[in-house]
Each structure stands twice: as structure tokens, then as C-alpha cells.
């Protein structure tokens, strides 16, 4: 069974731009999370998606958002990047809210010039 | 001051080294806690998983939590040169949904 893949893997913009995440979990799998990992903070949970709606937000501001599409893909997307947003954006699926397991992605590497 | 408290390291040994690695965490509100362990350029991948207080042995891991004192650890034995990575502990209120990470330790085991 193929694990989660994430697209693109590596992503270079600049101040002000937006950009736009792609997950797609393991086959079977309906909740799917996103979490930034950054040298200074560590992994932090973004927000939570199952069955294309939003269950559970963390502690982000509006420029970070996302959405569920009826497959269980997965996008997020940022506007108005700022250089702090530079960070690895991991998605994790599970399959369902109540799994014990969270399975990650590769993650994406996103950086802010 | 973070939820979940554990030692950046990094922490070098020799191979065959019994290692422990550490979080303390203030929600006593925490049911479930895990272990990740992340290679350079990876997604983390889940190592153990231990519902409330005790322990669990898996191999040559083992995961112990103590709630009493809100701590937890995991033990490696024998460790070999392919457990260098990155160990995050994480928890969580409920089965499943946000994770809430340690800052990891970085671990690398000498041949």
C-alpha cells in the first residue's frame, strides 16, 4: 500500500506570495492532518480535516488554510508569505478521527525569500 | 514554558549503548503518548504508541510513562548506527487528532 505523498517536495518563494500544499493520504484513510516544523518550535499542529471539514484548528493565523476534497486529498495554502513561514509542512493521515496511528508524509520543504 | 518538554541533545553513543531519551509534559489531561523517530529528510514515523501509565516493549524499545509524575521515556538497546535519527515524543487528549510534539532529541550511535 503506497504511503502518504506530498507535492511538490521542495518550494521556493518569495515575501507577499502564496503557495498551495498537496497531500494525498494512504488509500482508506478519511482524517488527514498538517503540521509545520520549524528548528525553533518544533512540529505544531495546523488543523485537521475529515470527511471535507475542518475538526480541529491549532494556533495559526487566517493566512493558513485548508480544505478536504471528497477523495480525502488534501490541500493547505498560505498567503501573503512571510519569512517565518519557511518551514517543513508535514500532512499525516489516519483512518479515521478516532485512529490510533497518524501516518506522515515526506513532508514539503517551503522556503521564503 | 511548552507543554512538552524534552532535551534537544544531541546525544552521541557507542554503538551496543543502552540510550534513554525524556519528556515531562504539565497537562495531566494527556491519555495517550507516543514516540517518533525521524531520519534527515523523512516524515516521522511512528515507534511506539502507550495508552495512560506503564509500559510497553517492543523489540529492542521499550516506552514507559509515568502520569504521576508526568514524565516519559524510551529505551533503546543495543543500539546500532541506523538508530541515528531524530526522537519526538508526542501526545494527545483523545485517540487520535492533534499531536502535540516534543522539540525532539537528535541521536547518533557511534560504530
Known amino acids: 500500500k503506497a504511503g502518504v505523498t506530498q507535492t511538490p517536495r521542495y518550494l521556493i518563494k518569495t515575501r507577499g506570495q502564496q503557495v498551495t500544499l498537496s497531500c494525498s493520504p494512504i488509500?482508506?484513510?478519511?482524517?488527514v492532518s498538517w503540521y509545520q516544523q520549524t528548528p525553533g518550535q518544533g512540529l505544531q499542529f495546523l488543523f485537521e480535516y475529515f470527511s471535507e471539514t475542518q475538526r480541529n484548528k491549532g494556533n495559526f493565523p487566517g493566512r493558513f488554510s485548508g480544505r478536504q476534497f471528497s477523495n480525502s486529498r488534501s490541500e493547505m495554502n498560505v498567503s501573503t508569505l512571510e519569512l517565518g513561514d519557511s518551514a517543513l509542512y508535514l500532512c499525516?493521515?489516519?483512518?479515521?478521527?478516532?485512529?490510533?496511528?497518524?501516518?506522515f508524509g515526506p513532508g514539503t520543504r517551503l522556503t521564503v525569500l | 514554558q511548552k507543554e512538552v518538554e524534552q532535551d534537544p541533545g544531541p546525544l552521541s553513543v557507542p554503538e551496543g549503548a543502552i540510550v534513554s531519551l525524556n519528556c515531562t509534559y504539565s497537562?495531566?489531561?494527556?491519555?495517550?503518548f507516543m514516540w517518533y523517530r525521524q531520519y534527515s529528510r523523512k516524515g516521522p514515523e511512528l515507534l511506539m504508541y502507550t495508552y495512560s501509565s506503564g509500559n510497553k516493549e517492543d523489540g529492542r524499545f521499550t516506552a514507559q510513562v509515568d502520569k504521576s509524575s508526568k514524565y516519559i521515556s524510551l529505551f533503546i538497546r543495543d543500539s546500532q548506527p541506523s538508530d541515528s535519527a531524530t526522537y519526538l515524543c508526542?501526545?494527545?487528549?483523545?485517540?487520535?487528532?492533534?499531536?502535540?510534539f516534543g522539540q525532539g532529541t537528535e541521536l547518533s550511535v557511534k560504530p
Open positions: 508526542a501526545m494527545t487528549f483523545n485517540q487520535g487528532g492533534k499531536l502535540i
Open positions: 499525516a493521515s489516519s483512518l479515521n478521527l478516532a485512529a490510533d496511528t497518524q501516518y
Open positions: 488509500s482508506g484513510h478519511r482524517s
Open positions: 497537562n495531566s489531561a494527556f491519555q495517550y
